[in-house]
C-alpha cells in the first residue's frame, strides 16, 4: 500500500511540474495545471478481492436478509466485470451484489461513490442488519462530504449491497478511515473552491442589480445559483446544508427541476447578454423554444400531478440539455462572426462547460460510471465561465460607458466648431466661480462677437461663414496657447474663460486674440472675409454668478461694438 501511494504521489509530482512548465508558457495555463491536478487526484485501489453480482429473481425472493442470501445456491452468483463498480443492474436500476473484501484486521469504511438517486440497503458483519441510505437520507452526524455514501465495516466477511433506482454503475472500495479522511478532504477542497467563487460571482452580480435594476444581472445572478444548486443537489451536499436540507424531500425529481430551470434561466441570460435576439433572430428563437419553452412544459409535466412514474424525464431533459446546449453555441458563433464582441466572451466560457455538461449528460443517459474530469469538470468550469463572464460584463460596462461619454461631450459640444457648446460653457462658468471663489483667485470672461458677420454669410454664402467661424476659433486657441475653457454661445458669439487672470492679464490675452483675428483671418477659404472681433471683457467680483459675468461681459462687448468694433472694452466689477 506505501509504494502504491508513492507511486500515486510521485505521478501527482510529475503532473505538478509539468503544468509549472506549462504555466511559465502561457499566462493560462494556471487553469490547465488545476484541471491537471483535478484529473491526477489519487485513485487508490479499492480493498476488494471481487463482486459478484447476484440473479435479481433469486435476490428479490431473498430479500435483504443475509441468511437467505447466503443460502442461495452457487448458480445465483456470477462474478461482475469490474471489482470496482456494481454493474449490471436492472432498467430501473436494481441489483443485489456480494462484495468480498480483501482480508484486512482493521477497521474500514465501506464506500459507495456518486450515489446521485441510487438507494442502498447493506448488509454487512458482524451482525448483517439491514442499513439504508442515499444522499436523500443523510446520516444523523455529518462527518464527511456526500461525495459517497459510507458504512464501518467492523468485522470480516463477505457484504451485500442492494441498489434501487441507480442511473449508472456505482464504484465501491474499502478504505481505512484514514485514507478516506485524506482522500474527502481533497475532494471537499476542490469542489469548494470551485463552488466558493460561483457564490462571489453570484454575490457581487447580484449586488450590481440592486444597483443597476439592469435584467441581465438578476438573470446572471439567477443562472449562477441555480447552477451552484444543482451542484449541491447532485452532489448531495445539499441536503446536509443548513436551510436546503428539506430539498431532499423531492428526491432525484428535486434534481431534475433544479437541473432543467437552471437550463431555462442560462439560456434568458445568454439571449440577453449576448444581444442574440437582434443578431441572429432566428436561431435565438429556436434557441428560446429547445432552451426556455420545452423545458418549461417539462417542468410544469414533472410537477404535474399524476403517475408516480416520472422516468420519462432524465432521457427527454438530457436530449433538450444536448440541443439547447448545440444551439447556444451555434448561436454565439453566429453572433460573434457578425460582430457581437459579448457573444465572444459567451463563446470562450460556454464551450468549455457546454463540453462537460454535455458529458454528464451523456454520462447520465448512457449510464456509464462517473470518471474523476468529469466529477469536477462541472463546478471548475462552472467556476471559469462565471469569471469569463464577470469579465464580458465589465467589457459591457465599459461599452456603455464609452457611449454614455461619447454621448455627453456631443451635447455639451458644438459640432461646427468643436468647443464647447452654451450648455457646456454655462456649465464651466459655474464650476470655475466655485473654484476661483474657493481658492480666492481671480476670474475673468471673455465675451467675443465677430464684427458685421451677416454680411459675410451675405456675401460670401453659408459655407464661408462656417469656415470663418472655424478659422476664429483656430486664431483665438492660437492666440490662448493655454486652451483655456472656450464655447460658441450664439451664432457669432463666444465665451472664454480665464481662470486665475486679472483683468489686466485678460486684457492683454483679449487684445492678442482681436490681433490674432485680424491679421490671421484676412481670407478665408479664398474670400477677402477682413475678419475682426469686439472683446468684452470683465472679471468675477462678489455677487457674480454665471448669468451675470455672462450679461456684463455682453454688456462690455457691445461698448466695444458702439465704440467701432475690432477692439477690447474692459469694465470693472460690481463690487471689485
Ligand atoms: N454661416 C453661419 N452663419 C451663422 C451661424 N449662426 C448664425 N449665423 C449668422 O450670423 C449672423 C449674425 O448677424 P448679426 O446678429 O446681425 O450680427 P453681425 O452681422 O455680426 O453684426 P454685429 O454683431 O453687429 O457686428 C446672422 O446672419 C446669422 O444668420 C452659423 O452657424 N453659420
Not at 307 to 324: C, H, K, Q
Request: aromatic letters at 8%; glycine letters at 8%; a positive charge.
Amino acid at each position: 500500500m506505501a509504494s502504491l501511494r508513492r507511486w500515486r504521489w510521485s505521478r501527482g509530482g510529475r503532473a505538478a511540474s509539468a503544468a509549472a512548465r506549462v504555466a511559465s508558457a502561457r499566462p493560462y495555463a494556471w487553469l490547465i495545471a488545476c484541471l491537471l491536478m483535478v484529473v491526477c487526484l489519487p485513485v487508490a485501489a479499492n480493498g476488494l478481492q471481487r463482486i459478484d453480482r447476484i440473479d435479481p429473481e433469486q435476490a428479490a425472493q431473498a430479500g435483504a436478509d443475509a441468511t437467505r442470501l447466503a443460502a442461495l445456491p452457487s448458480t445465483a452468483f456470477e462474478p461482475a466485470p469490474s471489482a470496482t463498480q456494481l454493474s449490471g443492474a436492472d432498467a430501473r436500476g436494481r441489483g443485489w451484489w456480494r462484495l468480498h473484501p480483501v482480508p484486512s484486521g482493521d477497521d474500514r469504511v465501506l464506500l459507495v461513490y456518486h450515489p446521485y438517486s441510487a438507494r442502498l440497503t447493506v448488509l454487512a458483519p458482524p451482525d448483517y442488519r439491514a442499513r439504508r441510505a442515499s444522499i436523500f437520507q443523510p446520516p444523523a452526524r455529518i462527518a464527511h462530504s456526500q461525495r459517497a455514501l459510507a458504512f464501518d465495516i467492523d468485522a470480516p466477511g463477505p457484504i451485500w449491497i442492494g441498489v434501487e433506482d441507480a442511473r449508472y454503475p456505482l464504484q465501491v472500495a474499502l478504505r481505512s478511515p484514514r485514507e478516506y479522511a485524506v482522500e474527502d478532504h481533497a475532494h471537499v477542497r476542490v469542489l469548494w473552491l470551485a463552488l466558493g467563487l460561483l457564490i462571489g460571482v453570484a454575490l457581487v452580480v447580484l449586488m450590481f442589480w440592486s444597483r443597476l435594476r439592469e435584467r441581465v444581472y438578476l438573470l446572471f445572478a439567477a443562472s449562477l445559483t441555480s447552477q451552484l444548486l444543482y451542484v449541491l443537489c447532485s452532489y448531495g451536499d445539499a441536503y446536509v446544508l443548513p436551510g436546503l436540507h428539506w430539498l431532499a424531500r423531492f428526491g432525484v425529481e428535486g434534481i431534475w427541476f433544479v437541473a432543467t430551470s437552471s437550463t431555462i434561466l442560462t439560456v434568458l441570460f445568454l439571449l440577453e447578454f449576448a444581444q442574440l435576439r437582434p443578431r441572429v433572430p432566428w436561431l435565438s428563437r429556436a434557441l428560446l423554444l429547445v432552451g426556455g419553452w420545452l423545458p418549461g412544459l417539462l417542468l410544469v409535466a414533472l410537477v404535474w400531478p399524476g403517475p408516480s412514474d416520472r422516468s420519462w424525464f432524465p432521457p427527454l431533459g438530457n436530449l433538450l440539455l444536448l440541443v439547447a446546449n448545440a444551439l447556444a453555441i451555434l448561436s454565439l458563433a453566429v453572433a460573434w462572426w457578425r460582430g457581437g464582441r459579448h457573444a465572444g466572451f459567451v463563446l470562450i466560457a460556454w464551450v468549455p462547460l457546454v463540453t462537460v455538461s454535455t458529458a454528464r449528460a451523456v454520462q447520465l443517459g448512457s449510464g456509464v460510471p462517473l470518471a474523476p474530469w468529469l466529477e469536477y469538470g462541472l463546478p471548475v468550469m462552472e467556476a471559469f465561465a462565471a469569471l469569463v463572464l464577470v469579465l464580458g460584463l465589465a467589457d459591457r460596462m465599459l461599452a456603455f460607458r464609452r457611449e454614455r461619454d461619447v454621448a455627453q461631450n456631443d451635447a455639451q459640444h458644438d459640432a461646427l466648431t468643436g468647443v464647447l457648446n452654451r450648455a457646456g460653457i454655462e456649465r464651466e462658468l459655474r464650476s470655475v466661480i466655485v473654484t476661483a471663489r474657493r481658492q480666492r483667485l481671480p476670474l475673468s470672461v471673455l465675451f467675443l462677437d465677430l464684427d458685421h458677420f451677416k454680411r459675410i454669410n451675405d456675401n460670401f454664402g453659408h459655407a464661408v461663414g462656417d469656415a470663418c467661424l472655424r478659422a476664429v476659433v483656430a486664431a483665438i486657441r492660437n492666440a490662448d496657447t493655454d486652451g483655456h475653457p472656450l464655447g460658441r454661445i450664439g451664432g457669432e458669439e463666444f465665451l472664454l474663460l480665464l481662470p486665475a487672470h486679472h483683468r489686466r492679464h485678460a486684457r492683454d490675452t483679449a487684445e492678442a486674440i482681436r490681433l490674432e483675428v485680424e491679421t490671421s483671418c484676412r481670407e478665408v477659404d479664398g474670400a477677402a472675409v477682413e475678419l475682426t472681433l469686439s472683446i468684452g471683457v470683465v472679471d468675477c467680483g462678489a455677487g457674480d454668478d454665471a448669468a451675470s459675468l455672462i450679461r456684463r461681459a455682453d454688456e462690455a462687448m457691445y461698448e466695444a461694438k458702439h465704440a467701432g468694433r475690432n477692439r477690447v472694452v474692459v469694465v470693472d466689477g460690481p463690487t471689485g
